[in-house]
């Protein structure tokens, strides 16, 4: 793969998860082979079921389902989730759940590893 974006934060509070799939789907549109993978409480954001709507935000879980519109692949961290009480059945779509020693390959194989934290 040529890029991966790593998100750590969760879907709402900051903008980094929707600047992060901003920058996915750019890549993924000009034909970069790329691939996110939501760590942290950056696994929230692969929930079903957002009502951001009180917040006045788009849902960022049906955004980030349709990434494989833009040839983009979305992972999800089994750590994270384990962590955090989420199911497989919570989620949306998804190209997998890897684990932290898949994550490690994936890291050093990409050409470019972009990383959006929260909060940083």
Same mark, same amino acid.
């Given at each position: 793969?040529?890029?991966?974006?790593l &998100?750590?934060?969760?879907?709402?509070?900051? $903008?980094?998860?929707?600047?992060?799939?901003?920058?996915? &789907?750019?890549?993924?549109?000009?034909?970069v082979?790329?691939?996110?993978?939501?760590?942290?409480?950056g696994?929230?954001?692969?929930?079903?079921?957002? #009502?951001?709507? *009180? &917040?006045?935000?788009?849902?960022?879980?049906?955004?980030?389902? $349709?990434?494989?519109?833009?040839? *983009?692949?979305?992972?999800?961290?089994?750590? $994270?989730?384990e962590?955090?009480?989420i199911?497989? #059945?919570?989620?949306?779509?998804?190209?997998? &759940?890897?684990?932290?020693e898949?994550?490690?390959?994936?890291?050093?194989?990409?050409?470019?590893?972009?990383?959006f934290?929260?909060g940083?």
């Amino acid at each position: 793969m040529d890029a991966l974006v790593l &998100i750590n934060g969760a879907p709402y509070g900051t $903008a980094t998860p929707a600047e992060a799939y901003r920058t996915a &789907i750019g890549l993924g549109g000009m034909g970069v082979d790329t691939a996110v993978v939501l760590v942290e409480d950056g696994v929230w954001v692969a929930v079903k079921g957002h #009502n951001p709507k *009180v &917040i006045d935000m788009q849902d960022l879980s049906q955004a980030f389902g $349709a990434l494989n519109q833009f040839d *983009v692949k979305l992972y999800v961290l089994k750590e $994270a989730l384990e962590e955090r009480g989420i199911s497989e #059945n919570e989620l949306i779509k998804n190209d997998g &759940i890897i684990t932290m020693e898949d994550l490690k390959k994936m890291i050093k194989e990409a050409k470019c590893v972009l990383t959006f934290l929260a909060g940083g």
